[in-house]
Nanobody, 121 residues
Framework: QVQLVESGGGLVQTGGSLRLSCAAS????????MSWVRQAPGQGLEWVSD????????YYADSVKGRFIIYRDNAKNTLYLEMNSLKPEDTAVYYC??????????????WGKGTLVIVSS
């Protein structure tokens, strides 16, 4: 069965950095686009970033563009999110999600349980 397990969250000060990881199993990781989505306390889900199956194309929400980097290691079945210049408004539970196709055209069909990032001011 498909499993997505996030790690790397924690408490960091404003301006700091964190790297999130998402270990994938139960499907052919290299065949599917992947996403990061976050949910701030009391808020709805916010899409953060996408990466196509081969890692060639990446996409970012305006709120994180220039600060976050999404990448993947298909040999290790792992998705990453490098987060720099963190702001208090980045505080959220971060989820990785599998998309239904190799690109961004389809939706997301599997989600991890999330990892909490808290950015202190």
């Amino acid at each position: 069965q498909v499993q997505l397990v996030e790690s790397g969250g924690g408490l960091v000060q404003t301006g700091g950095s964190l790297r999130l990881s998402c270990a994938a199993s139960g499907f052919t990781f290299r065949s599917y686009a992947m996403s990061w989505v976050r949910q701030a306390p009391g808020q709805g889900l916010e899409w953060v970033s996408d990466i196509t199956n081969g890692g060639v194309s990446t996409y970012y929400a305006d709120s994180v563009k220039g600060r976050f980097i999404i990448y993947r290691d298909n040999a290790k079945n792992t998705l990453y999110l490098e987060m720099n210049s963190l702001k208090p408004e980045d505080t959220a539970v971060y989820y990785c999600a599998k998309r239904v196709v190799s690109g961004r055209a389809g939706g997301m069909d599997y989600w991890g349980k999330g990892t909490l990032v808290i950015v202190s001011s």
